[in-house]
Structures are given as C-alpha cells and as structure tokens.
C-alpha cells in the first residue's frame, strides 16, 4: 500500500498570502492518479484538482497542483477566507485508494 | 447537481451489523463507479468501498476486507454498504462518493454522511 505523507500538519497564513501545501508518497505514484481535497468543519470533502494539476469544475484558478513520481504539491494563491480548511491528497493504485493525514491551513 | 444523501447509520454493539444506503440524483448513476469513504472523529479521510458501475468489480482495503460488502441498485439510483463484526475503531462518519475521474472521488454537494457508533 502507498503511504501519502502530508506536510506540514499545519499552516498559518495571512489573506492574501500564497500557500505550499506538500504530499509526499511512498513509491512512485502514477500522476494521473493523484488528486487534492478540501475539507470545511461538518462538511464532505470537496474535489479541487485530479490527475495531479487537473482543477476540477467550478475551482479557482488560484487552486494549482504539480509534481510526479514521489513529490506532489498544491499551491493556493491569494488566500481568501473560504480557504481556510484542510487539505488532503488522495491516490490510486492497484485497488486501492488513499489519503494522506490532512495539513490544516489557518488563519494569522 | 450532483447529490449524495447517505443514511442509516446509528449505534450498535460490537459484532453487530448495519447496512448503510446512498441516494443518488443529478448524475446518471448507473454509469459512474462509486465509493464509501469514512472520517472517525477528528480524524482524516478513509477510503473503506468501490464498486464499479456495473457492479462487476468491488475493492476494499485490508481493515475491512470480509467484514464489509457494497452493492449497488441502479434502478433504484441507491448505494449500498452492508457492515457486520463492526469494531469500535469502525465508529466514524460515513460518506458515498461518485468516480471523479482519473481515479479521483466526487462527494455530493451539501453531502452531511452518516455517523456510525460501535459501542457497547
């Protein structure tokens, strides 16, 4: 099983500002196969970007993802108050699907 | 607009069972794959079913694999998790999510999930 590791755990920016969010797998990953989530308190996970830099309908382009084999990054530009939330990557392979721990970005 | 209304979940003891269900509208369910997903509280996120569109293929991971069964009715538009031997360490919250494409997860909009306790 890949092993998603997210950093870091958390993130305390200003409005604004740009965040760098990382997730890190433990074996290469197709890059097709990856995507990135964002988690508001009591709600369901919304999809941002698919396929590692595909943004999903309806998405900002302020949302941005990239990277391949092992490294894959998120970057959220010009911070608005609604981005404040948890952000969780997410894999594919072999029958199997999961997610890194989460890296809660906040408000400074 | 995609929507995604989970239910039946509640309390139950440990080795008890529970079967979980998803209504599905505004998408053509019968031609997405689909997901359960679960959240333990304060934690983060689990991919815990898939079954595919037709029904011809379902996977789960290891911690649940034997315990759990998906199914799926596309006449009815309605998702399926049968759960038996239920663990305290299965209480969570429980979400269905549709294919997103590439091998992503699409959660309903306004998508609540349904909250599973395992306790005696």
């Known amino acids: 099983e890949i092993v998603l590791t997210q950093s870091p755990g958390a993130l305390s920016l200003s409005l604004g500002e740009t965040a760098t969010l990382s997730c890190r797998a433990s074996?290469?990953?197709?890059?097709?196969?990856l995507a990135w989530y964002q988690q508001k308190p009591g709600q369901a996970p919304r999809l941002l970007i698919y396929?590692?830099?595909s943004r999903a309908t309806g998405i900002p382009d302020r949302f941005s993802g990239s990277g391949s084999g092992t490294d894959f990054t998120l970057t959220i530009t010009r911070l608005e108050p609604e981005d404040f939330a948890v952000y969780y990557c997410?894999?594919?392979?072999?029958?199997?699907?999961?997610f890194g721990q989460g890296t809660k970005v906040e408000i400074k | 607009q995609v929507q995604l209304v989970e239910s039946g979940g509640g309390v139950v003891q440990p080795g008890g069972s529970l079967r979980l269900s998803c209504a599905a509208s505004?998408?053509?369910?019968?031609?997405?794959?689909m997901h359960w997903v679960r959240q333990a509280p304060g934690k983060g996120l689990e991919w815990v079913a898939f079954i595919r569109f037709d029904g011809s293929d379902k996977f789960y991971p290891v911690s649940v694999k034997g315990r759990f069964t998906i199914s799926r009715d596309n006449s009815k538009n309605t998702l399926y998790l049968q759960m038996s031997s239920l663990r305290p360490e299965d209480t969570a919250l429980y979400y269905c999510a549709k294919d997103g494409g590439d091998y992503a997860l699409a959660f309903g909009q306004g998508g609540q999930g349904t909250l599973v306790t395992v306790s005696s």
């Open positions: 997410q894999q594919y392979g072999r029958a199997s699907w999961t």
């Open positions: 505004g998408f053509a369910f019968s031609t997405y794959s």
């Open positions: 396929g590692a830099s």
């Open positions: 074996q290469s990953v197709t890059s097709s196969y």
